[in-house]
């Protein structure tokens, strides 16, 4: 895996075993919370899965606390700290960095749950944390572009802290 000067990286081989579990686990999750919205019957077959598409945005819509258990219960699940872990991205990490992994701390992880044409949890541009060095790892679970909400990344502000340039956004 090489490194470049642009300030981000693209990796395609992840464990996809750890993005079925921690699917199987959502799903579990939201039977727990919402079972009338997720039938134990219903097979959803991943995330592109358009009645749990459905279900999730009906659910936020008319049960925001329900929604927002979920999301809670989510930020606090092992598979999404093993998705980190077992995929290297603590490993990518400290050589994107140039530190050793014992250096590294964590700041944050999170899954975010957008539903589409979400317009209250949409941000402008903007850099996290420009006064310290870190760096942000995206993985998406769905397949993403512009029209559907990709990241725009600006080539090299990892090391621009004046956050100047962002005509220069890819």
């Avoid at 579990?21 to 919402?34: G, K, N």
């Avoid at 944390?129 to 512009?146: E, F, G, Q, S």
Wanted: glycine content about 2%.
């Amino acid at each position: 895996m090489s490194y470049n000067n642009s300030g981000y990286l693209i990796k395609k081989d992840l464990n996809e075993k750890l993005f079925t579990d921690f699917f199987l686990s959502f799903v579990r999750i939201c039977r727990i919370y919402a079972p009338s919205y997720f039938k134990n019957k219903k097979k959803y077959n991943g995330w592109n899965c358009s009645s749990l598409s459905k279900n999730l945005i009906l659910l936020r819509k008319k049960e925001p606390k329900k929604f927002s258990q979920i999301y809670d219960s989510l930020q606090k699940s092992n598979t999404v700290k093993r998705l980190l872990l077992k995929n290297n991205f603590y490993s990518m990490a400290s050589k994107f960095l140039n530190l050793t992994i014992k250096q590294l701390r964590s700041v944050n992880y999170y899954l975010r749950m957008d539903v589409p044409y979400d317009v209250k949890n949409v941000l402008d541009w903007h850099q996290d944390y420009a006064d310290r060095v870190l760096c942000t790892i995206w993985c998406p679970l769905v397949n993403v572009n512009k029209k559907n909400g990709t990241l725009k990344i600006l080539s090299k502000s990892h090391k621009d802290k004046s956050q100047s340039n962002k005509n220069d956004l890819k």
